[in-house]
């Protein structure tokens, strides 16, 4: 089956460590996202790629890196500049750009201690 | 700035018993406007894309509208089952998605 997988489900941080969470997808779609999900927020964009070896700040960007080196593969890594990483990290990606139907994977819960 | 609004915030109903969803947008050129269902702890499930004023689109109980300026969720007969978070978001003109808070809904039998 096509899809997006997410790993791990939950991570525990302690303050000043870095984390990297994992998003791949099988359904050969070029861009690939990062969202954070907070209490009572909307989701908002941290990362976007719309191809490999290029990626996009959204409106969170501050304490996050991602790389693409691959088409199927788009980690996020929440640096110790993230001062309130706790929250709900959501990877999606889309056939094409930011025009076309983006479609979620099913989430990592990152707390730090 | 680009703005969705989504009400009420939560919505209790019988089972049954058939409501409506609220998404108001301000964006300068609609591109589309999407609706997503989310179950606690997993990620949003896509359900329905309305690109102009006047399309509509069903699924099952589900029925979406879209306006110049709002789009409704319809849940005809809900179940039990339909409980979750709706989502909403629009997506103008070169631009990126921009998600409203969600909607609760809690469908009691």
């Known amino acids: 089956d096509g899809g997006i997988t997410q790993s791990p489900k939950y991570l525990f941080r302690k303050e000043g460590q870095n984390v990297t969470l994992s998003c791949e997808q099988n359904?050969?779609?070029?861009?690939m996202y990062w969202y954070r999900q907070d209490p009572g927020q909307g989701l908002r964009l941290i990362y976007y790629?719309?191809?490999?070896?290029?990626?996009q700040k959204g409106d969170i960007a501050e304490g996050y890196s991602v790389s693409r080196e691959k088409k199927e593969s788009f980690p996020l890594t929440v640096t110790s500049a993230q001062k309130n990483p706790t929250a709900f990290y959501l990877c999606?990606?889309?056939?094409?750009?930011?025009?076309?139907?983006?479609?979620f994977g099913p989430g990592t819960r990152l707390t730090v201690l | 700035e680009d703005q969705v609004t989504q009400s009420p915030e939560a919505l209790r109903l019988q089972e049954g018993e058939s409501s409506s969803l609220n998404c108001s947008y301000t964006?300068?050129?609609?591109?589309?406007l999407f609706w997503y269902r989310q179950d606690p702890g997993k990620g949003p499930e896509f359900l329905f894309t309305?690109?102009?004023a006047g399309e509509e689109k069903e699924k099952e109980r589900l029925k979406a509208t879209l306006t110049k300026k709002e789009s409704f969720l319809h849940i005809t007969a809900p179940k039990p089952e339909d409980s979750a978070t709706y989502l909403c978001?629009?997506?103008?003109?070169?631009?990126?998605?921009?998600f409203g808070a969600g909607t609760i809904l809690r469908v009691k039998s």
């Open positions: 964006v300068s050129g609609l591109r589309g």
């Open positions: 359904l050969n779609h070029d861009a």
């Open positions: 309305l690109y102009s």
């Open positions: 999606a990606s889309s056939r094409d750009g930011l025009t076309d139907t983006q479609y």
């Open positions: 790629s719309q191809i490999v070896n290029d990626f």
């Open positions: 978001a629009v997506m103008e003109y070169g631009n990126k998605l921009v």
